[in-house]
């Protein structure tokens, strides 16, 4: 044979062997659909928030992230980060709560479900609850609203297929915050009933077989010189060591007739506070190592855990970590009433204690959005924040600062949509860098929203058939 014709052949044998593999990669793409960077199409309303947390886990490998479905139903999905496979969503309860298509606010919102992983590796989920009804009994720690607080937990372990619904937290709560401390123990944080109520926690140390009873931490009070109550919203989080750490600011919920403000009840949150729960030990204390005397009242807060006094603006949403040496760092959302019952465009304020005092960050170059924030050092500091550009995209976005939050810089976008709505949840709790917070984006003319689980690398994706839950008609959990 000339080299000519050899030459031809090799030519055509690669030629075909190339347009074979290209037709099975083409095949396989066909099969497996098309990948997309969402995990699930059927988030419903606010289907995650900074306030119900963790809504996200990492454990042995493999995130588990719980979010609000259709009907406000509690549904968790997991992502396996060696295998690349997902699992879920799986409903995992079914809420009192979206159940009323009578309702005047169609979507509640409250009870959001919070997760947590126990030290023998079954799944627990918190959710539905807002503050129960008469039918559940009576309240000894506040009053009622709707919905019931209620407790879930995997079938076997570390499988999100089966759930089973426990009867062993009261009724009555909302906005559930889930933490493991090193020991095992397990603490529920939650509002004992709707806005004029105790914050408790309980705490279980067989594995959330059992909780003892709630422990009141921030006291509900009637005033005396203005028609309305004591209310609160905290934020509670992991400190070091044995400590639960605490980001609070306070609810002025005034009755609806009511001769200060004619507008009667209001959204009216102000000030920003911080304390520390030693679990070993069973003290609260402040920053500077007070002792305080629990339930906390009004007055108490005042005079021994301020971080800043906001009279006047609106605040909403505190969150808190600590650095190495314990010096915690907080963040609360604020902006000025606008009046008709609402409060104008926040901005997210940063505030560290060194040691002697509270320092506010100067927060140059931040935009106005809402997040979670991770401090590594007195200086080193990052605020995983959703905002919005100039030209109306959507933006998730990790902001670093170098000098205590004075000034911070975007290093890192995890997500970007023109026109996008984000709801954001609270950092992952022990996050693998590819999963660090769990996104959802608002659909046009609907309810739901497609799911993100975010990253250093942005989001991770799935194969589109299978994020596509609702159109999927074999599935039986819509
Ligand atoms: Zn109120």
């Known amino acids: ?38 995990f699930a199409d059927n988030g419903y309303g606010n289907a995650v928030a900074i306030v119900q947390h963790p809504s996200g886990v990492y454990h042995k490998g493999i995130t588990y992230v719980a979010y609000q479905g259709p009907l406000e139903d509690p549904y968790v999905v997991s992502y396996n980060h060696n295998t690349k496979e997902w699992k879920g969503p799986f409903k995992a309860g079914v809420s009192e709560l979206g159940k009323d298509p009578n309702r005047k606010k169609k979507i509640d919102n409250h009870g959001k479900p919070a997760i947590l992983i126990d030290e023998e590796d079954y799944i627990h989920i918190a959710f539905g609850g807002h503050g129960g009804m008469p039918k559940h009994g009576k309240n000894r720690l506040g009053n009622y609203h709707g919905g019931k607080n209620q407790h879930a937990i995997s079938k076997k372990p570390l499988d999100i297929s089966s759930w089973e619904t426990l009867d062993n937290i009261p009724p009555f709560g909302t906005y559930n915050q889930f933490i493991k401390m090193d020991n095992g123990d397990l603490y529920l944080f939650y509002r004992h009933g709707a806005h004029r109520s105790d914050w408790v926690y309980q705490k279980s140390t067989d594995n959330g077989v059992t909780f003892a009873e709630p422990v009141s931490f921030l006291k509900h009070k009637r005033l005396q010189h203005i028609e309305a109550e004591d209310s609160w919203y905290p934020w509670v989080s992991r400190g070091n060591g044995d400590d639960i750490i605490v980001a609070f600011d306070y609810h002025i919920c005034r009755d609806n007739k009511n001769a200060q403000d004619k507008r009667g009840h209001i959204p009216e949150r102000h000030h920003l506070y911080y304390m520390v729960f030693n679990t070993k030990t069973g003290q609260w204390k402040n920053v ?52 008709a019952k609402r409060s ?15 320092l506010q960050s100067k927060n140059a170059n931040l935009p106005r959005g809402n997040g979670d924030l991770e401090v590594k050092s007195a200086t080193e500091v990052s605020i995983y924040l959703e905002s919005e550009t100039n030209n109306e995209v959507g933006e998730i976005a990790k902001w670093d600062s170098f000098d205590g939050g004075d000034t911070f810089k975007k290093n890192k976008i995890f997500l970007q949509r023109k026109n996008a709505g984000f709801v954001i949840s609270a950092l992952i709790d022990n996050p693998h860098p590819d999963a660090r917070i769990i996104v959802g984006e608002k659909e046009d003319g609907t309810d739901f929203r497609k799911m993100y689980l975010l990253g250093d690398n942005g989001p991770i994706k799935r194969d589109g058939k299978e994020a596509s839950v609702l159109n999927d008609k074999n599935n039986k959990l819509n």
């Not at 030629?15 to 990669?25: E, G, M, P, R």
């Not at 909403?316 to 190495?324: E, K, L």
């Not at 104008?344 to 509270?358: D, S, T």
């Open 1 to 38: 044979m000339s080299k000519k014709l050899i030459f031809s052949l090799v030519c055509l044998c690669v030629l075909i062997c190339s347009c074979n593999s290209k037709k099975k990669a083409a095949l396989t793409e066909v099969n497996k659909g098309t990948q997309v960077d969402y």
């Open 288 to 339: 500077k190592n007070e002792l305080l005397d629990m339930p906390l009242t009004k007055e108490m807060a005042d005079e021994k855990t301020l971080v800043k006094e906001i009279p006047h603006d609106w605040t909403f949403q505190g969150i808190a970590d600590v650095d190495p040496d314990g010096k915690p760092q907080v963040c609360v959302l604020v902006g000025p009433d606008i009046g």
């Open 344 to 358: 104008g465009p926040k901005r997210l304020q940063h505030f560290r204690w060194n040691g002697q005092a509270w």
